[in-house]
Nanobody, 121 residues
Framework: VQLQASGGGLVQPGGSLRLSCAASRRSGVMGWFRQVPGKEREFVAAIRWSNNSKYYGDSAKGRFTISRDNAENLVYLQMNSLKPEDTAVYYC??????????????????WGQGTQVTVSS
């Protein structure tokens, strides 16, 4: 599976961004992770292609929404009420994790190139 992430940029605190991830084919689960220098890659959200089940990390709950477009093999991450601590490189990933392992980076076999999100005034 080839993945192409896009949509990052510079946004002011309280603003919104929508990230997109284009997949060469649909497979299992699509996830979003983020990483800042010196820290581990953190789970943000994931969605199952088959039944639209959605999963969120603690940092995303109530502010971010993951969605998919099966016809176009696209997954989106709508990010609202952005905070400076959301600044990171955001990666999309594909895999077949069990529900209990949704947050585990090791369960995702394919990764996109990352897109930078900077939240700053």
């Amino acid at each position: 599976v080839q993945l192409q992430a896009s949509g990052g940029g510079l946004v002011q605190p309280g603003g919104s961004l929508r990230l997109s991830c284009a997949a060469s084919r649909r497979s299992g689960v699509m996830g979003w992770f983020r990483q800042v220098p010196g820290k581990e890659r953190e789970f943000v959200a994931a969605i199952r292609w088959s039944n639209n089940s959605k999963y969120y990390g603690d940092s995303a709950k109530g502010r971010f929404t993951i969605s998919r477009d099966n016809a176009e093999n696209l997954v989106y991450l709508q990010m609202n009420s952005l905070k400076p601590e959301d600044t990171a490189v955001y990666y999309c990933a594909a895999g077949r994790p069990a529900t209990s392992a949704m947050r585990s980076r090791a369960m995702y076999n394919y990764w996109g190139q990352g897109t930078q999100v900077t939240v700053s005034s």
